[in-house]
């Protein structure tokens, strides 16, 4: 499994007309379904007066996604934007492509690439932001071997968040999980007690 990925850093939006229909995109950061759904009412009541509000979101966290057509023709809509979002390759958000009908039917090969190219340039306009997974380690170090702790950071693949002074000192690092591996045989080589920390 891979513990890196892309996501969006913040909410990014992007509106153009089509044969007279007015598409709205709203690509928004989110970690759960629940997160999703509540952006999802809050920008129908916002724009209550949209013929459609069509939307896909997709999720790192076992690789989830989900999408829906919000009333217009099957296939046409929810699709396409998690199509974008997959072409993308970008995890752990939500599109919402909000639609104002403009009197001109466009088939459903037009709406398809209408739903599909609002996404995508929505995704094009937003700022990205690197994540990674991973694995707390606590690492006991005794006083004399302080300065080699230090050593160990090596950001994003092992950062420090937290170290506490006692009769033992704890040092507490995040380690991307593709390196755990490598940072516990350092650990080894170098003598210090470490433990998966909860």
């Known amino acids: 499994m891979s513990d890196h990925y892309r996501t969006l850093s913040e909410r990014a939006e992007f509106r153009h007309k089509i044969e007279r229909s007015e598409f709205l995109g709203i690509a928004f950061p989110v970690v759960t379904d629940e997160e999703f759904f509540a952006e999802l009412e809050r920008t129908q009541k916002r724009y209550f007066d949209a013929t459609h509000h069509c939307w896909a979101f997709r999720l790192f966290e076992g ?20 199509a974008a979002i997959e072409g993308a390759a970008l995890h752990d958000l939500g599109v919402i492509v909000v639609r104002w009908y403009g009197g001109i039917k466009l088939g459903t090969g037009g709406l398809s690439r209408a739903y599909r190219d609002t996404a995508a340039e929505t995704l094009r306009a937003a ?70 920390a909860v």
């Open 63 to 82: 690789a989830r996604s989900r999408s829906s057509d919000a009333g217009e023709p099957s296939g046409t809509a929810g699709k396409p934007i998690l």
């Open 127 to 196: 700022s990205l932001l690197d994540r990674y997974v991973y694995q707390r380690i606590r690492v006991r170090v005794p006083f004399d071997a302080l300065s080699h702790v230090y050593r160990l950071i090596d950001a994003p693949n092992v950062v420090l968040v937290d170290e506490r002074y006692g009769e033992e000192n704890d040092f507490f690092f995040d380690v991307r999980l593709s390196f755990v591996e490598t940072f516990t045989k350092q650990l080894t080589e170098r003598r210090l007690g470490y433990e998966l």
